[in-house]
């Protein structure tokens, strides 16, 4: 460890990056870049805006180049698939790529959303495996959580949705989750009021993944009834910003304890890290400097 300064950028320093669009806003190139100082690795992260009509010219230009690895956000995460030579077993399951290392050449892509968000919890004390949960949400992000807690022993994942054009990959999540892995997982209409009372009644965890509650949708909750919340129930939402959403501040009024999308946004980034580095992110540090 150092004293956080950045290295000088010299002949030997690697690239790592982001392709996303739009990327101006993200948080990464800010956390990794702590992270890269603090562990005194020669390595630079930048953020570049990549749309849709330039991302196979640009992961080619990324392979040629030799860059270590990089981050895939909106609208990149699905498209990227098949311009990768391998994925990760939870990738392929997913169907979505967050991550991307570069051996040489050779582009193996991760998902490391739903490994962010169980790691997340577990440090806030709640392992739900053998356990039910009830995931409000079956788009990137709740897809990435439903399959990554399938995959750590979490016994029942009840998955409810809108029928919106989301509805048809949550459709599918619940079929890999059958046929991949011992978990049992269901999806209901958001507004089966009845069922998803009795889906949370079952449940030690009540998580969000939707973007209700930011940007245009702030002040939102996606909370179908507010009498499901009870005070030993713990309440996640993917969402940051804001820090506190209108369902997170619902759930503290009924004595719940929360977590907000940060602590996924951290351990999401921390594994890219270590897959990319071969070190462990230091997390807190990261945290503790990070606004
Ligand atoms: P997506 O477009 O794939 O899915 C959006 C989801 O929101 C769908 O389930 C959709 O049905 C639902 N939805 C939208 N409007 C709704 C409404 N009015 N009422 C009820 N449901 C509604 O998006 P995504 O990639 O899954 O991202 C979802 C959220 O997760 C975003 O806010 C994103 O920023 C956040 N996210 C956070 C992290 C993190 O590390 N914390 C990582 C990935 C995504």
Same mark, same amino acid.
């Given at each position: 460890m150092t004293d956080g300064q950045p290295r000088a950028i010299t002949g030997h320093t690697e690239l790592l990056g982001l392709i996303a669009? +739009?990327?101006?806003?993200?948080?990464s190139p800010r956390m990794h870049n702590l992270a890269l100082a603090k562990l005194d690795l020669d390595y630079a992260y930048l953020a570049f805006e990549v749309d849709s009509d330039a991302l196979a010219e640009s992961v080619a230009g990324l392979r040629a180049l030799r860059v270590r690895g990089w981050n895939v956000s909106m609208p990149n995460k699905i498209a990227i698939i098949p311009l990768l030579d391998h994925l990760s077993p939870a990738a392929e399951l997913v169907g979505a790529c967050n991550t991307v290392v570069n051996d040489n050449g050779v582009l193996t892509g991760h998902v490391t959303d739903g490994t962010g968000y169980m790691t997340a919890l577990r440090e806030s004390g709640v392992d739900p495996a053998g356990k039910r949960i009830t995931l409000i949400g079956a788009g990137g992000a709740g897809t990435a959580i439903a399959i990554q807690a399938a995959l750590d022993g979490v016994a029942e994942i009840d998955i409810y949705n809108r029928r919106d054009a989301v509805w048809s990959i949550g459709e599918s999540t619940v079929e890999k989750i059958r046929t991949h892995t011992n978990a049992r997982a269901t999806l209901r209409e958001l507004d089966d009021v009845d069922a998803f009372r009795e889906s949370v009644a079952g449940s030690v965890v009540l998580a969000n993944a939707t973007n #209700? !509650?930011? !940007?245009?949708? #702030? !002040? #939102?909750? +996606?909370?179908?009834?507010?009498?499901?919340?009870? +005070?030993d129930l713990f309440v996640s939402d993917v #969402?940051?910003? +804001?820090?506190?959403?209108l369902f997170l501040e619902q759930a503290e009024a009924a004595g719940c304890a929360t977590m907000n999308g940060f602590g996924m946004m951290l351990h999401q980034g921390a594994a890219a890290f270590e897959l990319w580095t071969g070190q462990p992110m230091p997390v807190d540090y990261v945290r503790a400097h990070l606004f």
């Open positions: 669009y +739009p990327i101006r806003h993200s948080m #209700v !509650g930011m !940007g245009k949708l #702030v !002040g #939102v909750s +996606p909370l179908p009834a507010l009498d499901v919340l009870r +005070p #969402v940051y910003s +804001p820090a506190r959403t």
